[in-house]
């Protein structure tokens, strides 16, 4: 049956008087005189798979076989040839709140949105099926396997269709090395049925840094390259993590780009359900994001969110009862709440300009607006070269 929205729309002042009332009432996200438990420097593996030969079995195919893959993948291939920036990953890292799942750069929020990701990929449609194996505690496709079909297969659109499924388990949701893992292919057949990848592919993104932050370690399990594309920052293979930290910590808002213009929607989702925020469901797990936290990335006025309980909403599938926490949020979907868009540029209302200076920032101690330690001091402690996490 098909699911229908109870959409409501308001306009954007009755939201901004809900948000700081719910703000006034609850709390923000963060208890008044909370200390980060967070590490100083997270050292973050961005290692990847090795797209080489998916890149030559790419170059091979005629221009009649690459035109099928657009016509149903986009431009899923380009993300085989981004070329990944470490050392600017790794200080990007750096400024990801867990608190508000975004990131914060001085004195700018950020964060991908759906609409940015979805002019980067678009929503497939396959159904495939390959040899699954035992990997670990979850169960995997061996690329190989994978890789053999795309090669032998005598169906044109059934090789395109399974190397798209590898671009997937590779690329946009590398959990396991030179494996796809079972919940991608599990996403692709929900795909069939009219199931956007986005919000799974942002949930995935979000935890992931979430979970390398607090453990002040770990190798990122998301797509590289689509958070490299948000970062407007110049690019130099001589630049060191130290100068792009600089970079990323005095951005200004008018050095950061929106990546999708023609994509501002006239309405912004803003809450689900008795969520205050958006919940999201990734193939691995969930957690929750305050679209109201970035109102400036939609040209709009910016205002203060209703944040309280925020982290609550990130769980994995392995947690105690995260069946009925994800009826909790599939019901909440049933019922969107959108507000207008008010396009008056990059605004912000005093009411938030007090909330952020005031806000606790957990981010690195020594980028802290209210702290002595300059950038360059905390910057001749940070370490210059970061091991790959094994």
Not at 149 to 168: E, N, Q, S, T
Not at 317 to 333: F, G, L, P, T, V
Not at 342 to 352: H, I, K, N, Q, R
Not at 368 to 389: F, G, M, N, T
């Amino acid at each position: 049956m098909e699911m229908r929205f109870l959409d409501k729309i308001e306009d954007n002042v009755a939201v901004r008087m809900w948000a700081e009332t719910i703000w006034r009432e609850k709390g923000d996200s963060l208890a008044e005189g909370y200390v980060s438990e967070l590490w100083d420097f997270t050292r973050i593996s961005v290692i990847q798979n090795d797209l080489q030969e998916m890149k030559e079995i790419w170059d091979q195919w005629d221009d009649e076989t690459k035109q099928l893959f657009y016509c149903d993948y986009g431009d899923l291939p380009y993300r085989l040839s981004v070329k990944v920036d470490k050392h600017l990953f790794r200080a990007l890292a750096q400024f990801w709140n867990p608190a508000y799942s975004c990131f914060i750069f001085g004195k700018v929020d950020l964060v991908p949105t759906v609409e940015e990701y979805t002019t980067l990929l678009r929503c497939p449609k396959i159904q495939v099926a390959a040899r699954i194996q035992q990997k670990g505690d979850s169960k995997c496709i061996f690329w190989k396997s994978l890789r053999d079909l795309v090669l032998v297969h005598p169906d044109v659109k059934k090789r395109v269709d399974v190397f798209a499924l590898g671009i997937y388990g590779l690329v946009i949701l590398p959990k396991s090395l030179g494996h796809i893992d079972e919940a991608v292919s599990d996403l692709f057949d929900r795909l069939s049925k009219g199931v956007t990848p986005i919000p799974a592919i942002l949930a995935e993104t979000f935890r992931s840094l979430s979970a390398c932050r607090r453990a002040g370690e770990g190798r990122f399990i998301g797509c590289t390259q689509l958070l490299l594309e948000l970062v407007a920052t110049p690019r130099r293979d001589d630049i060191t993590e130290e100068k792009c930290m600089t970079i990323l910590q005095n951005l200004q808002e008018d050095d950061v780009e929106w990546k999708a213009p023609w994509m501002v929607p006239d309405e912004i989702r803003y809450r689900c359900g008795d969520f205050d925020w958006v919940p999201l469901l990734g193939i691995w797990g969930a957690v929750g994001y305050t679209l109201l936290l970035v109102l400036r990335q939609y040209r709009s006025r910016q205002f203060i969110p209703a944040t309280q309980g925020l982290a609550q909403c990130e769980f994995s599938y392995k947690d105690e009862n995260y069946k009925r926490k994800i009826r909790e949020i599939s019901n909440a979907w049933k019922k969107v709440h959108r507000m207008k868009r008010f396009t008056v540029g990059a605004m912000t209302t005093p009411e938030y300009y007090g909330w952020w200076s005031k806000r606790v920032n957990d981010n690195i101690p020594g980028l802290r607006e209210d702290c002595v330690q300059s950038i360059e001091e905390y910057l001749q402690v940070a370490p210059s070269e970061l091991e790959i996490i094994k």
